[in-house]
C-alpha cells in the first residue's frame, strides 16, 4: 500500500512531540499493531482507539465499552486525503468541508468504500471519518499509518451511555484495565463531541450538533438543520439514556432555579448546581455549587468534567441551569437534554 502521499516524507505530527511522548505513542501504535485498544486525546473528548481493519479488535472495543454491535463507530484518519481510502463517491461537498474543518471536531458521513469492515460501519452503506485536531492523536494516526494502519476507529472512551471523557484520568476511571495504553494529553479543549454532517444521501445534514455550528456547515456547503431532517436517527447518540451521569440531572429554567432547589432540599434531596455565577452564588441551600462559565465554548469545554464532579459528589440530584439559546449553544443544549432524558428513564 502506497502511504507516501498521506505522510509526506516524514512523520510531522510525531517529531513535534517531546521524547516521552514520541515512546508513549510508538507503544501505542505497537499495541494497535497487536489488536488492544489504546485511549488517546482528540480536541473533543478522549477516544479509545483500535486497527479499523482488524475485526476482532474492533470487537474487543464494542466489549469494553458495552456498545451494541449494531452502533457505528468514527473512523479517524491522519489526512483529509485518507478519506479516499474509506469512502466512495465522495460529493465535492465532503471535500469542501474537510478541506476547511480538518484537523478539527467535525465528523463527515459518506457511503462506505468497498472492504470497509460491517463491525465499523454497524453493517449500514456509509461510514463515518473524522480527522482530529490534536497533537497525541495526529502523531498517533500518521506513526499507525507507517506503521500499515490507515484509520482508527475510535468512540468516545467510556462506558457506553455515560458521559464522555475529557481527561486522561476520567478514560482509567471508566474503563481501565480493558486498555493496553492511556496517552494523556491534558483536558480536552473542546470538550463536546464532534459536529456530524451526513453527505452520504442528498444535500449535507447535521446529524449531531457540536461545536462547529450548523451556520459554519451551511455557510461552507448549504447543509439543511438537524430539525429538518427526515427519517428516522441513525446517530448512537440520539439514545434516550446518552451522555448520562449516574444521579438523576434535571434543567432548569434560571428563573425557575432558586425555587426548584428550595423544593428539592425541602424534600430532603441533596442538590448540586451548575448555574451562572449569580445563581450560583444565591442558591445557599444546594449542597455544591459549581459555576457554569459564561462563554459556549468555556461552557463546552468544562461541562463533562463538571458532571462527573457533581455525579461523584453524593449528591442525589444534579440541577443545571439552561444555558442560552443561540446557535453556539446548541451542541451544549443537545447534550444537556440527552442527560436530562436519559436520567428519566432509569
Ligand atoms: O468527537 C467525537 O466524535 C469523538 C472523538 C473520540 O472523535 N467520538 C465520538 O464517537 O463521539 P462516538 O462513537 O461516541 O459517537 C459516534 C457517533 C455515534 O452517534 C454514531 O452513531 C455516529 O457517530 N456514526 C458513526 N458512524 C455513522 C454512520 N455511518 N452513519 C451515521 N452515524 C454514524
Ligand atoms: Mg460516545
Known sequence: MNTAGETGATPAAMNALPPAARTEVARAVAALRDGLLVA???????????????????????????RPADHPVIVHVAHPAALARWAREIPSAAWALAARFWPGPLTLVLKRAPGVLDAV???????????PAH??????????????????????????GRLSPTTAAHV????????????????CRVGIESTIVDLSDGPPRVLR??????EEVRTCVGAQPAAERGG??????????HYAPRTPLELVAPEDCAGRVAELTARGERVGLFAPRALAADCVAA???????????????????????????????????????????????D???RAAHGSTQR
Do not use: H
Not at 480536541?43 to 464494542?62: M, Q
Not at 482509567?172 to 492511556?182: D, M, N, T, W, Y
Not at 457554569?292 to 458532571?307: C, F, G, H, K, S
Not at 461523584?312 to 446557535?327: D, H, Q, W, Y
Open 172 to 187: 482509567v476511571a471508566e474503563l481501565g484495565e480493558a486498555v493496553a495504553v492511556v496517552l494523556d494529553g491534558g483536558p
Open 135 to 160: 497533537p497525541l492523536a495526529l502523531a498517533l494516526l500518521e506513526a499507525a499509518l507507517a506503521a500499515g494502519i490507515d484509520g482508527v476507529v475510535a468512540p468516545s472512551a467510556n462506558r457506553f
Open 232 to 241: 428516522a436517527p441513525r446517530v448512537a447518540g440520539t439514545l434516550a439514556a
Open 209 to 214: 450538533p457540536g461545536m462547529i455550528a450548523e
Open 40 to 66: 488517546f486525546p482528540t480536541e473533543t473528548v478522549y477516544g479509545l482507539g483500535a486497527n479499523a481493519r482488524d475485526a476482532a479488535a474492533v470487537a474487543r472495543l464494542y466489549a469494553a465499552k458495552g
Open 287 to 333: 449542597t455544591r455549587r459549581i459555576t457554569a462559565p459564561e462563554t459556549a465554548a468555556a461552557y463546552a469545554r468544562d461541562l463533562y468534567a463538571r458532571l462527573r464532579e457533581l455525579d461523584e459528589s453524593g449528591c442525589t440530584r444534579i440541577l443545571v441551569v439552561s444555558p442560552p439559546t443561540g446557535s453556539a449553544w446548541r451542541g451544549i443544549r
Open 121 to 131: 460501519t454497524g453493517g449500514q452503506d456509509t461510514v463515518a471519518v473524522r480527522c
Open 335 to 337: 447534550r444537556l437534554a
